[in-house]
């Protein structure tokens, strides 16, 4: 273990389109990285905080149409400064793992690959928003788009009735989303490890602990 690992957290994100199983795969993670006694905070994005959490009901509830792609990207710089700055940064400079649902790669696959954005601006908004926070690891939880909105919509729950305004847009607009996320994957592979989402939940599961003793917890 190295003097970085022993004082300051880790920091991994998990992505994915709608119903890849991120939520899920969050929590097993949390478990299996506390059998190894370390100390995880799981969080989300948008949200993780109770201002973000309003921004969050802003942009996933209403009509698809509600708001463009760079009244999103904003709203999300928002939210995403006060995850940061309040939840984020405080738990890896006390040691602790951060394990969070969506982050910085959503909004470059959403807003950018789908939603038209030029990804230097949102990698500008991001800087200018966060600085030089990035995840250690990025797990991307790959699934059909068709499969995943299927998923999505079988859901119980009000709660993700009322969340649905991404999962309302059109299925080409979810391809996309897809094709971003994997592309993003292909260019930094050293932080980014692609998996099946359409395995079991208990293969996916132990994927990404492979990947998480792989590239975080070995010596070498």
Do not use: N
């Not at 499969?147 to 305004?165: I, K, N, P, Y």
């Not at 299925?171 to 980014?192: M, N, Y």
């Not at 998996?195 to 010596?219: H, W």
């Amino acid at each position: 273990m190295t003097d970085r690992e022993r004082t300051t957290g880790r920091f991994i994100t998990v992505e994915g389109g709608e119903g890849a199983g991120k939520s899920t795969q969050i929590r097993r993670l949390a478990a299996w990285l506390g059998g190894q006694g370390i100390e995880t905070v799981t969080t989300r994005e948008p949200g993780g905080t109770p201002g973000a959490e309003a921004i969050r009901a802003l942009l996933v509830t209403g009509e698809p149409d509600r708001w463009d792609s760079t009244t999103e990207a904003l709203l999300i710089a928002a939210a995403r400064r006060d995850h940061a700055v309040k939840v984020i940064r405080p738990a890896l400079a006390r040691g602790v793992w951060v394990l969070c649902d969506r982050f910085a790669d959503s909004t470059l696959a959403y807003q950018g690959y789908a939603g038209g954005l030029p990804a230097d601006g949102l990698i500008a908004l991001y800087r200018f928003a966060v600085g030089d926070l990035t995840p250690d690891l990025t797990v991307v939880l790959d699934l059909p788009a068709a499969e995943g909105l299927r998923r999505a919509g079988a859901r119980a729950g009000a709660q993700s009735a009322a969340e649905s305004r991404f999962e309302e847009r059109t299925l080409r607009f979810h391809e996309t989303v897809r094709e971003g996320f994997l592309d993003i994957a292909r260019r930094e592979p050293a932080r980014c490890d692609i998996v099946d989402g359409a395995a079991p939940v208990d293969t996916v599961a132990r994927q990404i602990a492979a990947a998480v003793g792989k590239k975080l917890l070995s010596d070498g």
